[in-house]
């Protein structure tokens, strides 16, 4: 099977300006190698390759909000590496192995990430689930060169042995010259300065009447001549032998590089994996950052024919408006299988081309792999095609005005067009005679719509609003005004046509009402009242939507109150009741309190036990009684309850003989499954809403404790409460 490619010309990548879009997305790469694949990133078709790409951006993005943070992915250019390792003989240069050293290191540490949080990030744990964590290569370079970049000592026996013979004739030289400007400076032959340093050698600073008597080379002299500078002697017999020795540990050096080549080379293509493994990661890190840059979200993915974008934002026009300190308008979006063709008509400067652009540009955005600025909730699709006709298409090269050019464009639309297309069209049908051209365009959106195609245009012309009225797939919509001033409110309202307001704007701009009427008149006075209807059914509907804005922002306070005051009532009724039981029980004490200061009073004065007592047991006989009544009145609702609970099993036990009677007719049923119930389930009568505890189980009966009152029920009329 053949995999399907997309076709997005270049003209649509232009009109919608998406290579502005990858040109901030490059800013946030964190190399240039990343920043190019970003400008040369292209959409793709619905595939498993664009899925994935989407799903890593997506888990890279929820990285940032996480505490398990990805590990830094930084690298350098191996390209030239890489070809160099693929020429016979060649020798890499010492930051050429530290860059390799360095991608090899990057490269296990993200391995091992992905691989310990690969519930968290399963895409990108998959990206590099093929290939092996290589700890040899960063363990080889390392033995070779040091932290610094220098080639370290114990790389080879010969380098050991070579610069500690170096080091060596170094401290000889230096006793030398030591010696040689003591001797002379006691001679009085040098000058103030004593030395100085020419072609990094130590020289003697002499008097140029000396020069004569000091033996070595003459290097130099200052600008005077009074003073020449000489290396001395045995001074220069040393450096001799240095000299040797630092051509032999420059060849060492090669040689020891040379190996180090070797070993690599075998794994050109493991390298050539690491680049291009931390390139992909670099790309996806620039998508995710400019994501959170611009609060870009994945959408769900559907398989359904549909767009659904809600709150969209263009991305371009949101920043720039952010940096000029202006408000930028979302658009709500949607184009279905029930909805595929939207028709957008309306008054100019109105937003209808940025409609388009919104809607093209986040396609484009999102088949290339980036989160796109919309609601949480939204839904797309992917499309196979994607053509646009934006702007002014004169093209001067070809000598084609703009109504050529278009039917050229149109007859692209036509071959391309499909199920899987996309079409967008701003102010389709224009560039020739209204009519005629009106027509053309009516017979050319109803071959897209028979194709099943999925597109928005703009238009002035009444054909094809008519047109959007009349097939059912397809939908007039318009561009809000505010009703008063003709401003732009931006907003998408569908299920309309609009208005051009062509007349109220002119009036609106100055200019005179005589000609206005006069060019009222010289058209059609039906097609005055259709526009004039259109316009008025857009103001309505305006002013019907401010006042539904406004009836809900007051139903909802009114809901709002009426809950806080229900609240209230609730609390006052609560607090009256406690007040006036606690008021009544302190009546009752005072009484009772009364009652026995008499009795007190009087058994003080007689000094008589017996009807104390005896007035005492009747008080408490009174109080028992009263307790008695209270209890039986309990009893009295209890035994109400009781009532209900069997009058509503009796009700059941009736309907389901009923349904018993029923289905003997029927065939039998499928056998349920045996509940065993255990003391202390909580059950209930099957169809029923009350809940009670199993108390006793009695061979196929038990009894049911509600709280106020118990019952005895079969086993079999029971079921397990939730």
């Not at 907003?491 to 062509?502: D, M, P, R, V, Y």
């Not at 259709?530 to 306070?557: H, N, P, V």
């Amino acid at each position: 099977m053949t995999k399907q490619k997309a076709y997005i010309p270049k003209k649509t990548l232009e009109d919608l300006e998406y290579h502005e879009v990858l040109s901030q997305v490059a800013v946030f790469a964190i190399t240039e190698l990343g920043a190019q694949a970003c400008l040369a990133t292209q959409p793709l078709p619905d595939s498993p390759e664009l899925h994935q790409q989407l799903q890593a951006v997506f888990e890279f993005h929820a990285s940032f909000e996480n505490d398990n943070r990805i590990p830094n992915h930084g690298f350098e250019d191996l390209s030239t590496s890489i070809k160099m390792l693929q020429i016979e003989n060649s020798v890499l240069e010492i930051q050429a192995f530290r860059a390799i050293g360095a991608s090899s290191e990057t490269v296990n540490t993200l391995l091992n990430f992905f691989k310990k949080f690969k519930a968290y990030y399963p895409t990108l744990f998959d990206w590099g689930k093929e290939m092996a964590v290589n700890k040899e290569i960063k363990k080889e370079v390392d033995h070779v060169i040091d932290r610094f970049g220098e080639v370290r000592n114990n790389a080879s026996e010969d380098l050991s042995r070579i610069r500690k013979q170096i080091h060596q004739l170094k401290g000889r030289i230096g006793q030398s010259f030591n010696k040689a400007l003591s001797h002379y400076t006691q001679q009085d032959y040098l000058d103030d300065i004593r030395e100085s340093v020419l072609d990094n050698k130590r020289v003697l600073a002499v008097k140029a009447m000396y020069r004569r008597k000091v033996k070595g080379t003459i290097m130099g002299s200052s600008k005077t001549g009074s003073i020449v500078f000489m290396e001395p002697e045995t001074t220069a017999q040393l450096t001799r032998e240095l000299q040797n020795l630092l051509y032999e540990e420059t060849e060492e050096i090669k040689k020891i590089l040379s190996q180090l080549t070797n070993y690599l080379r075998p794994h050109t293509d493991l390298i050539r994996q690491y680049q291009n493994y931390l390139l992909q990661l670099d790309v996806v890190y620039a998508k995710a950052c400019y994501a959170q840059d611009i609060n870009g979200i994945l959408p769900k993915i559907t398989d359904t024919q549909e767009i659904e974008y809600g709150q969209a934002y263009h991305p371009l026009l949101w920043k720039t408006h952010q940096t000029e300190k202006k408000k930028t308008y979302p658009q709500d979006i949607q184009l279905h299988p029930g909805k595929r063709i939207v028709v957008i008509s309306g008054p100019n400067a109105g937003g209808k081309s940025i409609t388009l652009k919104t809607v093209g540009l986040l396609q484009l955005m999102l088949q290339s792999g980036l989160l796109i600025p919309v609601h949480e909730r939204s839904r797309a699709t992917l499309f196979n095609t994607i053509l646009t006709d934006i702007g002014d298409n004169q093209s001067i090269e070809n000598h084609l005005s703009t109504y050529s050019y278009r039917l050229k464009n149109m007859k692209v639309f036509l071959k391309k067009c499909n199920n899987k297309t996309l079409f967008l069209i701003d102010e389709f049908g224009t560039g020739s005679d209204p009519e005629l051209g009106g027509a053309l365009a009516e017979v050319i959106l109803e071959d897209f719509y028979e194709r099943h195609a999925l597109g928005l245009i703009t238009t002035h012309y009444s054909n094809l609003k008519l047109l959007a009225n009349e097939l059912p797939a397809m939908q007039n919509a318009n561009m809000q005004f505010d009703n008063k001033t003709l401003e732009p409110i931006f907003k998408l309202i569908t299920g309309e046509a609009g208005s051009s307001f062509t007349f109220e704007v002119a009036q609106k701009n100055g200019l005179p009402y005589s000609l206005i009427n006069r060019a009222k008149k010289k058209i059609e006075r039906g097609k005055v009242r259709f526009d004039a209807t259109i316009a008025k059914l857009q103001k309505e509907r305006s002013q019907m939507a401010k006042t539904g804005q406004s009836l809900k922002e007051k139903e909802s306070k009114a809901q709002v109150e009426s809950e806080k005051l229900a609240a209230l009532n609730e609390k006052v009724k609560s607090k009256l009741t406690s007040y006036q039981e606690l008021y009544d029980h302190n009546q009752r004490m005072i009484v009772l309190g009364n009652r026995l200061n008499n009795l007190a009073e009087r058994y003080f004065t007689n000094n008589k036990k017996r009807p104390l007592i005896a007035e005492l047991l009747r008080l408490v006989e009174t109080e028992n009684s009263k307790r008695k009544k209270k209890s039986s009145a309990l009893a009295k609702k209890e035994k109400s309850e009781k009532k209900k609970v069997d009058l509503e099993v009796q009700q059941k036990m009736v309907a389901i003989r009923k349904e018993k009677k029923k289905k003997k007719l029927s065939p039998p049923p499928q056998p349920k499954v045996k509940v065993v119930f255990k003391v202390g389930d909580k059950v209930r009568i099957i169809d029923s809403k009350s809940i009670g505890t199993l108390d006793v189980i009695e061979k196929k009966k038990g009894i049911v404790n509600y709280g106020l009152f118990t019952t005895q029920v079969n086993l079999e009329q029971l079921e397990l409460a939730p």
